[in-house]
Structures are given as C-alpha cells and as structure tokens.
C-alpha cells in the first residue's frame, strides 16, 4: 500500500507494479500529483512540471496492477501474518468514476461558489469540480461541505445536467478492508501559513502572497492562465522575495526555498520584463552540481540580493513597504508592488493522527522519523516513509527515496521476511 | 488478404453527439473501400461498450479497427485490449480524437461534423498500412555488476545479492570501504563509523552472492541491459581477466576532494600547520590533534569554500563537517577556539540546523567572510578576510583547515567512456533526468549512486543506492522475461549506406554499427521509438514502426483533401 | 466563388503539443475546423521529405509542434526538430511557397491556451495568404 499519489507515491506504484506486485494507492485528495502538479516549471531545468508529470499520471491511470483509491484515507491498522490488515474509508465523490466522462457540463448550473483550494483560494469554484483543468482523474468529485443538498435544500442541478447519469447524490461513504504485506507513506508537505507571524503582514494586505500561492497565479492553467495580477488588480512593477520566513520559529531550513525562489524572480522577469526584483535572505543554500550554475544564471540582471534580518512588511500609499536590518545593524526600507514569502515546510496536518493509526513515531519537529533498519525506514518493520512526509527535501531525493523504499519492499520479501 | 475495416463512432454520451451530426458521418464512411461496418455505440469505454465492440469484432470477422471518440492518451490501453481480447492484432487499431480536438473546440455543428469526417478517412486511410506487431520478450541476466567498493557500492551489493542473482563488486583498491573509512564519526548523530562500517563490509564478505574483486579494474562493457558482458582486470593474481555476464551495472566510484595547492591564497603546501579536511580527518582518527611540533592548537580556523569559485558548485557536505571538526575539537582540544569562515551556511533540512546551533559555543563561532587569505606572521597563521561589512580583518591562528570542494575521481572519464554514459559538465556522472531520473543514466541498464553522481552526505549516498537497488530489482528479475517495446526503429540492412547518421543522433546509443557488414542495426531493447534517426536516414533503411512514413502520408493525404 | 477553407496540417508530439491541445479541448477553447492533427511521438520523427509531401499534396499550412527545448521527452529530438525546419523552411521557399506557410510552436502539456492562440493566428494567417500555389500544378 502506498499512502499518498504524489511525486514520491506514484514513483513507488509504478516501480512495484513493474515487479508485478499490486498496489493499492491511497490518496486523499480527489486528483493525483500531490503538490508538484501546483508548480508551472521545476528548477533547475526550468522544464514544464505537468509534461514532467503527465506519462506518469498517465501510466498510473492505466497500470492493471495499481488500484487507485482517491477521496480515501487510512482508518485503522492492524497485524496480519502477511503484514498488514488496513481498514480504508473511501469518501464517496457522488460521481460514478467509470460513467463519468470528465466533458464538464454538471460544474455550471451549480449554485454555489466558494474559494478553490487547489488554486490557493484565488479563484472560485462551485461544488461540484475539478480542482483545475488537467487534473486527473478527469472526473469531478462533490465537496459536501460546500453543496446546498447536503445542508438540507433539495438541488439537482448538477444531476439533471448529467447526460449520462454519472451523477449519484446518494452514494455512501465506503469501507474497506485490505491486505497488504508492507506500506509506504508518502504523503508529503504542508506549508505553514505565515500569517501566524505578523510582521510579515500576510493575510492583512491583499498583494502579499506565499509561495504555494504565486506558483498558482503563475500557472498557464491556473486562476489568472499565467498571467500575473495582484489581488488589488494590478501588474506588480517590482517584488520583494523574502527567504527563511518562520525559519528561526521551526528551527530547520526547508531545503529547497532558496532555488524556487530562484525560480520564481525568473517567473517574474519572463512575463514582466522590466520587473524590479529585491530578494532577501539570510544565507543561500544551493548545494547539488548543478544549482550554482543555475543561480548564476537566474540572478543575471535587474535581481537585487539582500542579506537581511528582522524583516518586516507593511501597507504604504504605493503599495508595501518592507524594512530589514543589512550587516551593522542598519535599517533600511524599500517599497514594492508585491511580496512573495516562502514558507517553511511543515508535516501534513493529520500526520499525527497517522502516525497513531500507523503504529509510527514522530520527531520533535512533527516528520515521520527515519528509522535505523534501513534508508527510508519508519520506527515500525514493513513500514517506510519516502519524500518530504520525512522532512524537507527536493523532488529528486524523494524520488530517490520512493526507489529505495521499493528496493527494501522487493528485497526483504524475497528472503521470506516483511 | 481482404481488409474488412469497422469503424465505431462513440456518441460520449452527448458530448460527441451533440455537436457532430454522427449520421452524417456513417454515411460518409460507410462507403468507403474496405470498410464493411460503420457504427455509432452510446459509450465505447464502458464495460458493456468494450463487450459489445468485442463482440463486433468477432461478428464482422474484422481485419482493421477504426474508433473515432475520445483522445488515444486517455483510452488506446483500453480498445488495444479489446482488439486482444477479440483476436485481432492490437497495433491494427487507430483511434480518432473526435471529442477533444473536434466536438469540443467548436461550436459550429456543420464545421465539427465536416473536420470529424476528414479525420476519421485520414485514420481509415492510415489503418490500411498498418501491420501486425508483438511486444517480444527477451531473456534477461539477473546478476549485476558493481563497480566500485565504498559505501554506496557495499549498500546495492547487500541489497541485491541473493541466492538467485550474483553480485560482481569491483574494487580497484585492495580494501572495501571508500572515502568513509578515513572518517571518526559522521554527521548528524556523530556515531563513531568505523565500527558501523566493519559490520557492513564483514557482510559483504561472508555473503555467498556477492563476488568481491579487489585490486581489480573495469576495461570494457559490450551489450545491453538485461545482457551485459564485463571485462574485469585483476592487477594482482598474475593480472587475470575475467569476463562477467551480467544484467546490470552499477557505477559508484565515489568522489575525491581537489586538491588546494593549486590556488595560492590558502598557503596549502607552502604554509605548515595548513591541512585539508582529510588530513585532519586523519589525524582526528589517530588520536591527537596537535600541530607540526607536537603541541596542542589553541586556536583553529576552518575555512569553508574553498575552491568553490573555480569549481562553480557548492559541495554540499562541508558546511557541516566543519561543524563536525568543530565537535572533534571540543572532545580533543576543548580550550581551543574555532572560527568557521564560511561564505554561505549551507545545512538544508530538519536536523542539520539543531546541530549547528548545538556545535556553536564560546569557542566555536561562526564568521561570515569572503575573499579569504592564508599567510604566515610570526604569532602564527594569519586569515584575513573581508567581514560582512567589507571590512579586512585578520584572525591570528594556530591551525587553518580547508574544506576543498568535491571533484569527480580522476578515473570518472575512463569509466563513464567504459560504460557509454555522459558526464555533466562539471565531469560527474550524468543522471538520465536531474528530477524523475536521479540514478538512471541515459544508457538503460547503467545506473549511478552517490558522490559519483554529485557531492553528497553518507545518508543520501545510500537512499541512492537503494534507489539503483529499487530500479533493478523491479524490472532484472531472476527467471522473468523482459517485455521490449514494439514501437521500435527497424533498419533495412538492403538500403543502409553505412552513414551512421541515424547512430549519431540517437540520444540513446541504441544504434550500433556492424563494422563487418558496414550497416546499422538497432538494439530493439534500448530503443525508444522517437523516431529521430529515421527522420536522419537519406536513404530511407530506417523507419518507424507504427509510424511509418506511408502512414504518415496517408494521415496527409486525406487531411488535405 | 466558393469561400477560401484552408487545409491545415498540424504534427503534433506525444507528450507536450498533443496533450496541449487536448486540453484545449477540454477547456472548451475555439479552434479552426481548418486544422487536423496528426499525432507523432517526438518532433524529431519528423523527415524534411514530410513535411514537403504536405505541401505538395494541397496543404495551405503546415504547423509542427513539439516540447520547449529541454523538455523533450526522448531527451534532445526538439533540437534536431528545430535544425531540420530551418532547412526545410529554406526548401519551401524554393518551391516557390511563402515561407510563413510552415511554422514551428513550442507547446507544452498545460499551455492548452497557448495551443488555441497558435492554432488560430496561424489559420488567420494562412487565410490572408490565400490558397497554396502548388495546388494549381498538375503533378
């Protein structure tokens, strides 16, 4: 069993299927891809992060060997000689997936409109949707919480738009009960909403975004197609890009803001030329062969490198005033039209609860622990945590780490232990 | 043989019927030469859908299939398995998107219907030239060779050996262990390694899968994955060779710290008591710490970055080993005080920076500087440096350790040229893909792991030996065949003129060339099918299978009409 | 007189431009019935004589697509994509063809937008410059 369809869990089911093993894969979440199908390019590359993705969604959709179960999570997990008995409740989506077409039509007569998640809140969706176009599976899947039938009015109008009856109001919330001989977490990261330290001014002015949050208003399929429009309306002229925020709070690096900060300043200057980008940091950490020539060639031009230390940001008559302290004390300020922040990158918010029903130790800063058996070991034998669910870290050490979880699977198995 | 076309119009519940005019368009169809059965069905993709399509196959005892409905990226899987299940050849199958790149992108009724007309002639025009073909299977070796013996070397040999498949490591010094062994304890839980090492490599030893050759070198791999043979040259022994088949081959030769001398503002070789990090590793692991003369340093500076400029890429690891030394030198010299000058603080993740702020102290303190200098005044070394400031200032010292930047291993060309695989530019061995493909390279069946990747710690050294372990072991399986790719180049040895354009473009040298016959063949194993060397070929031997240039002209000719 | 229709051509690859344009279908976007897709795995399979025999068969327009450079799914096929339609651009000139008639797009799997605006001004374009003067010679 894998738990968690994103970059590190459809890794890992599509290299088990390879060896002929079934796969159930568990993802929470209603589309796959987890979150790198949020970004519009991956560093250093630059390469498109959907076309990078796609074969593999693709190949995942169609392996005979890997069950996906999305809208599903794990409930309770109990010992069996073979391993593992796992009870799973699968949320129902109310649309039937194998009738449903993906061709759209119910998402209009939808009376309700409410922030899309996926989009970071910066565009609308009804209840019944896709969370963008080119999510898959193509099906859409409706939020309870957000549709009027289940608040008590009798609405059908997504039904009675459905040529093909894909559409079932009455279908339940399933359980299931599965076998498996050894699991996989992989559900990776959240970001810490960075409101909760103020100074930073997010949540309180309306063209301060995080980073999750611009990589949306980026996407050529994301809220504004990609092309980049502040919240007030605007066409930012200039940026401030602030590193380690909450840094010293949670007291890690998150490994990986440096570069896609990075990225992002070439986001910038690719559809605003002139763009005058400030960036704040504090030390820049690109380790790998290849990042420093990447640096080197995002910062060519009008980029300004700032070492700077409590930070602040604040509402001012030409948009937002950011003050810092540079070497020797000194404070200095600078008006932008905008302020990207990068968050730190914290465990999923249900980690503890997982790890409870999983029989799995945390560490003091809330990650699965890596266990000493092995590479991507848990604390418990059979069990593995693979990617950023771990700790902070960059796409190809999880897939890495997703491989060398399906080594340890394969390995152990064929000398008869778990 | 008489072809008995059927051409199957999916109506995609309302979503092709809606716009296209599908009456219309059987019509249109229907008399076509070859076609005999032209179709609409509600929902081709259902279950009863792909049942009932089965059945008509059977039916009609149809040669050809022509589906017009949805794109092939969402659906070919799936009416390529209904043409196996009803007897038919799955590559005799072309599937027309009439919904995606039709019905939905007009809301003309007369236009969809006319482009979906012209579409589905172009498919039934190409299915004529298709022909029949077979996913082969070949036999695959399962054993694996290793080419070098250092930690990631140890990790994929205990991994992967057992009793049915024979690990080969290769070792060109005369002892396992690699780089790891000249270190006390690593980072970050400083667990003293030596101990942790032996274990690994007692293992290895007694392991009745794993063949280890010591003081042995790679001199050459011919053929492919699932069907290599190495040849392995014992420098000992009376200079035995052997050769070994293997299925696959592992590269980790590790890395080499450069060598500081070369650049002259650090005084290494010419200024004493001026070490690199693995000399004072060394002297670490020997028990004292203690400068030329034999007394104790008072003071030390660890200069971080060294040879970073030149190299162009940060090394990952020497920020925290300084750390490290820091440590040592607390349990050694705990009077002595220790100054890191780094440039930029490089500890990524969730524990690197609890122990930078654990080693940091009233003797160890970090001093951010560029532009560092080593000479030699009569109270000791001097380090002078420019502060964040930009101000010079001096630190008086005892001892100056270097952290040099990581570099590849100096026989890294020799052997990448060995095993026919790219170096990246800065001579490390090239991964296939910097993200998806971490440890695949492009050549398939060579894998990579660790420092001879790229700079890295111990723990993402061995996730990457793992990593290659994960690739093998799910697709080398002892007893299993591998399935190859259908879609592959095929080159007609009649009208090869032996210009090895088609070899020359190949990204993945899946063409060689037969020196004897002077033609090109293809290695239908490696091949990808992108088609680039048949677009190269002038005199037409090469051609893609299931996308052949005849298809393709047929698609053309009724796209124009 | 019957309205100009042209006939346009479109190679598309696999992995990038033919996703793209499927997912200009999904987003319901508006493009030219004037435009069929032939659907190849890489721009690189693409023979110069290819895209010539189009045009020599009646194409009016002749569009290929593949992956931006470096994301090519076979590796480097975009680039010898790219050099192979420089000279074939030189060919179609000689042929006596406007050179405009022959265009290269790089279109990744999410720029379903992009696809349409290509596909479009391209149509456009092929409409103004009227029908292809190869039509008119007997072969």
């Excluded at chain 1, 490198?305 to 005033?321: H, K, P, T």
């Excluded at chain 2, 090895?500 to 473009?505: A, D, H, M, P, Q």
């Excluded at chain 3, 690189?44 to 290819?50: C, E, F, Y």
């Excluded at chain 3, 680039?79 to 990744?108: C, D, H, M, T």
């Amino acid at each position: 069993m894998v738990i968690g369809a994103g970059i590190a869990g459809i890794e890992a089911s599509l290299l088990l299927s390879k060896a002929g093993r079934k796969v159930y894969l568990v993802e929470k979440c209603s589309f796959v891809g987890g979150t790198v199908v949020k970004f519009e390019n991956v560093f250093p590359n630059m390469e498109c992060a959907t076309c990078m993705l796609a074969p593999r969604q693709q190949d995942l959709l169609q392996d005979r060997n890997i069950e996906l179960l999305t809208l599903a999570q794990v409930a309770q997990v109990g010992t069996s000689p073979e391993g593992f008995t796992v009870q799973i409740c699968k949320r129902a989506r109310y649309v039937d997936i194998l009738a449903c077409i993906g061709c759209g039509t119910c998402y209009e007569p939808c009376p309700v409109s409410a922030p899309n998640e996926f989009e970071m809140g910066l565009s609308q969706s009804k209840a019944i949707s896709i969370p963008c176009v080119g999510a898959l599976p193509n099906v859409p899947v409706i939020d309870k919480e957000r549709c009027v039938r289940f608040a008590g009015k009798d609405c059908r109008a997504c039904k009675d738009a459905c040529a093909l009856d894909a559409i079932n109001l009455d279908q339940k919330d399933e359980m299931l009960e599965l076998r498996v001989g050894a699991i996989i977490v992989a559900t990776g990261f959240d970001t810490w909403n960075v409101g909760q330290i103020p100074r930073y001014g997010y949540g309180r002015h309306s063209d301060i975004y995080d980073a999750l949050e611009f990589e949306r208003l980026f996407a050529s399929n994301g809220p504004t197609e990609g092309r980049i429009v502040l919240r007030s309306g605007r066409t930012p002229r200039s940026a401030a890009l602030v590193h380690c925020v909450g840094r010293e709070e949670k007291g890690y690096c998150s490994a990986v803001c440096c570069l896609y900060l990075l990225k992002f300043s070439h986001y910038l200057k690719s559809k605003i030329s002139d763009v005058k980008i400030n960036e704040f940091y504090t030390d820049f950490c690109i380790p790998g062969k290849s990042h420093q020539r990447f640096f080197e060639r995002m910062v060519k031009g009008d980029i300004n490198l700032i070492r700077a230390s409590r930070l602040e940001v604040d509402d001012c008559d030409n948009g937002l005033v950011v003050r810092y302290d540079t070497g020797g004390g000194k404070r200095n300020e600078c008006v932008v039209d905008m302020v990207i922040l990068a968050p730190p990158m914290q465990p999923r918010r249900d980690t503890p609860q997982l790890a409870k029903i999983l029989g799995i130790s945390l560490d003091d800063k809330g990650f699965f622990v890596k266990g000493v058996a092995s590479s991507v070991s848990s604390s418990r034998s059979g069990i593995y945590v693979v990617g950023c669910a771990q700790g902070p870290k960059s796409i190809e050490e999880s897939v890495a780490e997703a491989q060398a979880a399906v080594a340890d699977i394969l390995s152990s198995s064929r000398s008869g232990g778990l | 043989m008489t072809k008995r076309i059927g051409v199957f119009i999916c109506e995609c519940g309302t979503n092709i019927s809606d716009k296209i005019d599908i009456n219309k368009v059987i019509e249109e169809v229907a008399s076509l030469e070859d076609v005999v059965v032209a179709e609409s069905a509600k929902l081709l993709c259902s279950p009863e859908g792909r049942i009932s399509l089965e059945k008509r196959i059977k039916q009609e005892a149809l040669t050809h299939l022509v589906v017009a409905a949805c794109s092939p990226r969402d659906h070919q899987q799936t009416f390529m398995s209904v043409c196996k299940r009803a007897g038919m050849n799955p590559y005799l199958l072309q599937l027309v998107n009439i919904r995606e790149q039709c019905a939905w992108i007009t809301e003309d009724s007369a236009r969809a219907t006319e482009k979906a007309i012209r579409m589905i002639r172009t498919a039934i025009s190409r299915v004529r030239y298709h022909v029949r073909l077979e996913k082969r299977e070949i036999v695959v070796n399962s054993d694996v060779l290793v080419v070098g013996g250092g930690i990631a070397g140890i990790e994929i040999s205990l991994m992967l050996a057992c009793p049915d498949r024979t690990v080969y490591l290769v070792e060109k010094s005369t002892i396992l262990g690699g780089m790891a062994r000249r270190f006390e304890r690593v980072f970050p839980g400083m667990d003293k390694y030596s101990e942790v090492l032996e274990t690994k490599i007692g293992r290895v030893l007694e392991h009745q899968n794993i063949r280890v050759l010591t003081a042995s070198d790679l001199e050459q791999i011919i053929g492919f994955y699932g069907n290599f043979e190495a040849r392995v040259r014992c420098k000992i022994e009376g200079e035995v060779t052997r050769n070994l088949n293997v299925g696959a081959v592992v590269l980790t030769i590790g890395s080499q710290p450069s060598d500081p001398s070369g650049i002259e503002k650090y005084g290494y070789g010419e200024i004493d008591n001026v070490l690199t990090a693995l000399e004072f590793e060394e002297m670490n692991r020997s028990g004292q710490i203690a400068l030329c003369n034999g007394s104790l340093p008072t003071s030390v500076a660890i200069v971080h970055c060294v040879g970073r400029e030149e190299k162009g890429y940060c090394s990952e690891v020497c920020c925290m080993y300084a750390l490290k030394f820091a440590r040592y030198l607390r349990e050694r010299v705990p009077y002595a005080k220790v100054s890191l000058l780094y440039s930029e603080m490089c500890i990524p993740g969730k524990t690197y920076q609890r122990f930078c702020e654990e080693t940091l102290g009233d003797n160890v303190k970090l001093v951010r500087s560029s532009n560092v200098r080593v000479w030699e005044k009569d109270e000791g070394k001097a380090v002078s440096y420019l502060d964040e400031g930009g101000a010079e200032q001096t630190l008086i010292v005892d001892m100056v350790i270097l952290a040099p930047a990581i570099e590849p291993t100096s026989d890294a060309r020799r052997i990448a040229e060995i095993a026919g695989i790219p170096l990246s530019i800065d001579g490390f061995f090239a991964e296939q893909h910097e993200k998806l493909g971490p440890v695949a390279t492009s050549k398939e069946g060579v894998f990579i792991a660790g420092c001879a990747q790229g700079p890295k710690s111990i723990s993402d050294t061995l996730v990457q030996a793992d990593a290659a372990a994960g690739l093998i072991l799910s697709s080398l399986v002892p007893g299993r065949r591998m399935e190859v790719e259908a879609e592959t180049s095929q080159i007609l040895e009649s009208f090869c003129q032996g210009c090895r354009s088609c070899i020359s473009v190949c990204s993945y040298g899946a063409i060689t060339f037969d020196e004897r016959m002077k033609v090109a063949r293809v290695n239908e194993v490696i091949c990808r099918g992108c088609g680039n060397c048949a677009a190269s070929c002038p005199s037409g031997a090469a051609s893609i299978r299931h996308s052949t240039c005849d298809q393709i002209y047929q698609e053309i000719t009724e796209a124009t009409r | 007189m019957t309205a100009f229709e042209p006939r346009i051509v479109g190679f598309l690859c696999n992995w990038c431009s033919y996703a793209g344009a499927d997912l200009a279908g999904t987003s319901r976007l508006d493009i030219p019935a004037s435009f069929t897709p032939i659907r190849i795995m890489c721009s690189s399979r693409l023979d110069p004589v290819i895209i010539l025999t189009a045009f020599l068969r009646g194409a009016d327009g002749v569009l290929v697509a593949g992956c931006h450079p470096g994301d090519c799914h076979y590796e480097k096929g975009n680039y010898y994509a790219r050099r192979r339609f420089a000279l074939v651009k030189k060919v179609v000139e000689s042929l006596g063809l406007e050179p405009n008639r022959l265009q290269l797009s790089w279109i990744s799997a999410s720029e379903g937008k992009k696809f349409a605006d290509v596909i479009n001004k391209f149509d456009e374009r092929i409409r103004a410059l009227g029908p292809n003067p190869l039509k008119k010679v007997t072969l």
